[in-house]
């Protein structure tokens, strides 16, 4: 019995030395990473498990979380989420879960979830970014490039997003967003981008002129024979009510008046 109380004894200080071995070497991260100070405490729990609760019993239990990376998505909705317990042993945390939880948050795009022993959770989300407000009935919300909805909140924190203007115009919004960032000149003059029949699209430029453009199958290259035209012939400056590109092989241009 003796023989096997030293044992343990030895065993205890090993592990105690690793601890903190492992705690200097937190700390060095944590600095290093610009973390240090940005804290969310979380709420008690029971520790049902015994081996966690022996865990536990060393200091290897939840203490911290720290968070970076939000905006828009607050830290309280990412704790929420993340379904986090004070106390709770560290080793009992699922990361997969708590990472598959947080990215089920509309502004989030990723999460990336580390545990750092003994007592620390560290969480960085990286947040979606609008490419545009769709209107819809009255009703406006911020979509994504491949016209998902993120939110209907924050809109006026966006006012240079251009506006996909239609039932369902989101969803098919992913390829003239894109189009339209390949002719930058001309995307830094559109102000709205309204669905047309399911099949095209008209572009309202901030100066009123209105652009009538194909179907989708003739999108692109549409797009950049016009931006063509207006860097030649400056023709998106003139005093002009509409430019016509539904036909492949000509344009027609309406006055004002």
Same mark, same amino acid.
């Given at each position: 019995?003796?023989?096997?109380?030293?044992?343990?004894?030895?065993?205890?200080?090993?592990?105690?030395?690793?601890?903190?071995?492992?705690?200097?070497?937190?700390?060095?991260?944590?600095?290093?990473?610009?973390?240090?100070?940005?804290?969310?405490?979380?709420?008690?729990?029971?520790?049902?498990?015994?081996?966690?609760?022996?865990?536990?019993?060393?200091?290897?239990?939840?203490?911290?979380?720290?968070?970076?990376?939000?905006?828009?998505?607050?830290?309280?909705?990412?704790?929420?989420?993340?379904?986090?317990?004070?106390?709770?042993?560290?080793?009992?945390?699922?990361?997969?879960?708590?990472?598959?939880?947080?990215?089920?948050?509309?502004?989030?795009?990723?999460?990336?979830?580390?545990?750092?022993?003994?007592?620390?959770?560290?969480?960085?989300?990286?947040?979606?970014?609008?490419?545009?407000?769709?209107?819809?009935?009255?009703?406006?919300?911020?979509?994504?490039? @491949?016209?998902?909805?993120?939110?209907?909140?924050?809109?006026? $924190?966006?006012? &240079? /997003?251009? %506006?996909?203007?239609? *039932?369902? =115009?989101?969803?098919?919004?992913?390829?003239?967003?894109?189009?339209?960032?390949?002719?930058?000149?001309?995307?830094?003059?559109?102000?709205?981008?309204?669905?047309?029949?399911?099949?095209?699209?008209?572009? @309202?430029?901030?100066?009123?002129?209105?652009?009538?453009?194909? $179907?989708?199958? &003739? /999108?692109? %290259?549409?797009?950049? *024979?016009? =931006?063509?035209?207006?860097?030649?012939?400056?023709?998106?400056?003139?005093?002009?009510?509409?430019?016509?590109?539904?036909?492949?092989?000509?344009?027609?241009?309406?006055?004002?008046?």
């Amino acid at each position: 019995m003796r023989r096997h109380r030293i044992a343990f004894r030895r065993a205890t200080f090993a592990l105690a030395a690793c601890t903190a071995v492992t705690v200097l070497f937190s700390g060095w991260r944590m600095w290093e990473s610009g973390l240090a100070g940005k804290v969310w405490l979380v709420l008690d729990a029971k520790v049902e498990n015994a081996e966690y609760r022996a865990a536990a019993v060393l200091g290897l239990s939840l203490k911290n979380v720290y968070i970076r990376g939000e905006k828009y998505a607050s830290a309280k909705e990412i704790m929420q989420a993340a379904n986090l317990k004070k106390n709770q042993p560290i080793f009992a945390i699922n990361i997969r879960g708590v990472k598959s939880r947080i990215e089920e948050l509309d502004w989030v795009d990723s999460a990336d979830v580390e545990r750092q022993i003994p007592d620390s959770l560290h969480i960085s989300v990286t947040e979606k970014k609008p490419a545009a407000v769709w209107q819809n009935k009255g009703k406006f919300a911020l979509v994504d490039a @491949k016209g998902e909805v993120i939110s209907v909140e924050h809109i006026d $924190e966006f006012p &240079n /997003l251009p %506006q996909v203007v239609g *039932e369902e =115009a989101n969803s098919d919004a992913g390829r003239i967003i894109s189009a339209l960032k390949s002719q930058p000149e001309l995307l830094g003059k559109v102000v709205a981008i309204v669905r047309v029949g399911g099949r095209r699209w008209n572009l @309202k430029l901030k100066n009123n002129v209105e652009i009538l453009l194909p $179907e989708d199958a &003739n /999108l692109e %290259q549409s797009l950049a *024979e016009l =931006a063509e035209l207006d860097k030649q012939k400056q023709l998106l400056e003139r005093k002009i009510k509409s430019v016509d590109l539904r036909l492949p092989d000509r344009v027609f241009i309406k006055q004002n008046g």
